[in-house]
């Protein structure tokens, strides 16, 4: 049974003249990029909680999707039926990865043996699949923040049972991530934050999250899990003020507790516009430490405040990701994957096919655009003009440790002022990006 039979067994590529909706203009797999196939730069996965379980469901009205893999039950039966839908939209689509939440891919029981009891059954038939498909699992999470139990947060939850309940469902879902080959596991803290100070105990909480990573990393060496930790940041939404506030204060907050070294980064788009950052500027500080470990690709709406989770397009912003990408080596056991949801009005299992394809296509051209620029160096060019100073003379100098605050009073005592600023060209730099980008 095919649960999509107006899409062909497998979108195919095209070239950038094609106008056919449900073809890639430009991601071609096998293409290589800098000596590297596109397949293995761009490392694409489809997330299985917007893809095959959102409604379109908003703060005003049910969800009006059309999905003929949800029945309103949330049965194990049929959990185990989306599992063939899922598998049979990335064939078609052609990406090599997929991600999870433990609550997105099987019920939730009446008690913790229940819920793990689920988890097992449809872990079996995600291997099984997997193994039919050569799909790989990029990474799973655990859902601690949709159960009412987590209503003051999970590993920071004013209750110690919340507390023990959280760790007893992540080791179950760092096993099952294990079981499946997943290549990392993510902690998205929804819920780890406040709403008000004025009930909360902000050093306890903290310690309290730090005390949780700390178990998560005891008991991932413990069963051998080999894959990377990635911390996922967002300031705020659902709580006022979220721990993980952007890729700046997660590093903080791990290096005060000694856990910069087992986790890295999943940078999400919308998550940083949330922040008040680019992308470019979350990428770019995760790449400069060392903690770029994967990338949520969508964005959001600039003219909404909250998260939109909408399909990346906007060739800027995929051509300065992949610059960055690129300019650190890529993303290793990461990937790009589209924690993006079509909108509401797009209500038809076809639309999820546009979205997907659109997007990856978008991604292909930035790589193509981003590796186009680098070739030519132009960029690089720019920034190393504007940097001159430090790259000899007392810049040099200073940079070799060479100075302290007296011998550059001397210096400048001797020199009398310093020399003349020069231009950062910024709109020369946007106009030559423009030459790239059309």
Not at 415 to 432: F, P, T, Y
Request: with cysteine; aromatic share 12%; glycine share 8%.
């Amino acid at each position: 049974m095919s649960y999509f039979p107006d899409v062909p067994d497998r979108i195919p590529y095209e070239g950038p003249d094609s106008k056919n909706p449900l073809a890639y203009r430009h991601y071609n797999p096998a293409e290589l990029v800098e000596g590297k196939s596109m397949a293995d730069h761009l490392r694409f996965a489809v997330c299985y909680w917007h893809t095959f379980r959102g409604t379109g469901s908003d703060p005003f009205g049910p969800g009006c999707a059309i999905r003929p893999w949800e029945d309103g039950t949330d049965s194990l039966d049929m959990a185990l039926k989306r599992v063939d839908v899922a598998f049979e939209f990335m064939q078609k689509l052609g990406v090599p990865f997929y991600c999870f939440h433990d609550r997105d891919v099987a019920p939730e029981g009446k008690t913790l043996a229940d819920s793990n009891k689920n988890l097992d059954a449809v872990a079996k038939k995600l291997g099984q699949k997997q193994k039919e498909t050569g799909i790989k699992l990029l990474w799973g999470t655990a859902n601690l923040f949709s159960n009412k139990r987590f209503v003051h947060g999970a590993s920071t939850s004013s209750n110690a049972d919340v507390f023990a309940y959280s760790a007893a469902q992540v080791k179950k879902a760092l096993e099952v991530t294990k079981e499946l080959g997943g290549e990392n596991y993510v902690f998205w803290g929804g819920r780890e934050g406040y709403m008000t100070l004025w009930n909360t105990d902000l050093k306890r909480e903290l310690d309290h999250l730090a005390r949780f990573f700390h178990m998560a990393v005891d008991y991932k060496r413990k069963i051998g899990f080999t894959g990377a930790f990635l911390i996922e940041p967002k300031p705020h939404e659902p709580t006022s003020h979220q721990y993980d506030f952007d890729c700046a204060n997660s590093h903080a907050f791990l290096r005060t507790y000694g856990l910069e070294k087992e986790f890295k980064f999943n940078v999400e788009t919308n998550h940083a516009t949330l922040a008040k950052h680019t992308m470019g500027h979350e990428l770019a500080y995760a790449a400069a430490n060392g903690m770029l470990g994967s990338v949520d690709a969508n964005r959001g709406d600039p003219l909404l405040g909250w998260d939109t989770d909408q399909f990346p397009t906007d060739l800027y912003l995929t051509a300065q990701s992949m610059l960055i990408i690129l300019a650190a080596g890529g993303l290793g056991a990461g990937g790009l994957n589209f924690d993006a949801k079509v909108r509401r009005e797009s209500f038809e299992p076809i639309d999820l096919f546009h979205a997907h394809v659109g997007s990856m296509d978008a991604f292909a051209q930035g790589l193509k655009i981003a590796a186009a620029i680098r070739k030519d160096g132009v960029l690089a060019d720019v920034v190393k003009k504007r940097y001159a100073t430090w790259d000899a003379g007392v810049g040099a100098e200073i940079e070799a440790g060479k100075h302290d605050f007296a011998s550059l009073e001397a210096y400048m005592l001797k020199k009398g002022d310093a020399d003349a600023n020069v231009s950062g060209r910024q709109e020369l730099i946007e106009n030559i990006l423009n030459r790239y980008i059309r």
